[in-house]
């Protein structure tokens, strides 16, 4: 269990941060490493530049899941672990290059969401928060 000082949510539940440290290090984080986490993810969620006027110019009535899929491949653009693998990175740094690019992709998930539905429902406009934690912006 998370204990109350690891990043809880005004509403009583724990962070997202907190659960994906969980996760991927099996260990209850503390306030902080919450905090660098959220930071983290903050900073790599910038979408690569041409993301965002393909995502402008896709039909409002596409399919949200389609439109999902599409700008999430138009990031591969700037996997590294693509060029790590184009560059001859050896297999044993493979995974390396892929832990970065996960962890690229799970920070630009919530503005491709957002992209796609102020495109949708609104009026198109996303603006960030990013004083708050990374399911709150």
């Avoid at 659960?19 to 490493?33: A, D, G, M, R």
């Avoid at 969620?45 to 999430?72: C, N, W």
Wanted: proline residues 7%; hydrophobic residues 40%.
């Amino acid at each position: 269990v998370l204990p109350t000082y690891s990043g809880k949510a005004g509403d009583g539940e724990p962070l997202l941060e907190s659960l994906f440290w969980l996760l991927l290090t099996s260990e209850v984080p503390t306030k902080e490493q919450v905090a660098t986490l959220t930071a983290e993810l903050h900073e790599r969620s910038e979408l690569p530049a041409h993301v965002r006027p393909l995502m402008d110019s896709l039909p409002k009535d596409m399919h949200p899941m389609t439109q999902f899929s599409i700008g999430l491949n138009a990031c591969q653009t700037e996997s590294q672990f693509a060029k790590a693998y184009a560059d001859g990175a050896p297999k044993t740094e493979h995974h390396l290059h892929v832990l970065e690019d996960v962890l690229n992709v799970i920070a630009k998930l919530p503005e491709l969401a957002a992209i796609i539905y102020r495109n949708v429902y609104f009026d198109g406009v996303v603006t960030k928060d990013t004083s708050l934690d990374y399911s709150g912006n």
